[in-house]
């Protein structure tokens, strides 16, 4: 079985940081893009931040200079942290990752999901 495990969400207030890790695991050949989702109460599930295998970024423009998104290759772990947190950053955070498993198949996988708070 082929999942995406998520850590690191939290309650924080203004202004404080926080790091979000995901793993993937199983029969794995090899992970494309990673990258991370969130969505808030009451609205649409919307994109983050991604990288490539090869280290390229893209970011959102909410987020764009307070988040850093990084990944270990040999861990299959992507990283997300967040600096300067608002309280619209508060919502279930979501890892997301492009998989070809050792069987050949291709996968997009999501994780469980993890609720980040922002308030004071």
């Known amino acids: 079985q082929v999942q995406l495990v998520e850590a690191g969400g939290g309650l924080v207030q203004p202004g404080g940081s926080l790091r979000l890790s995901c793993a993937a695991s199983g029969s794995i050949f090899s992970i494309n893009r990673m990258g991370w989702y969130r969505q808030a109460p009451g609205k649409e599930r919307e994109f983050v931040a991604r990288?490539?295998?090869?280290?390229?970024?893209n970011y959102a423009d909410a987020v764009k200079g307070r988040f850093t998104i990084s990944r270990d290759n040999a861990k299959n772990t992507v990283y997300l942290q967040m600096n300067s947190l608002k309280p619209e950053d508060t919502a279930v955070y979501y890892c997301?990752?492009?998989?070809?498993?050792?069987?050949?198949?291709?996968?997009?996988?999501w994780g469980q999901g993890t609720l980040v708070t922002v308030s004071s």
């Open positions: 997301n990752a492009l998989v070809v498993t050792v069987s050949d198949r291709s996968l997009e996988l």
């Open positions: 990288i490539t295998t090869g280290g390229t970024t």
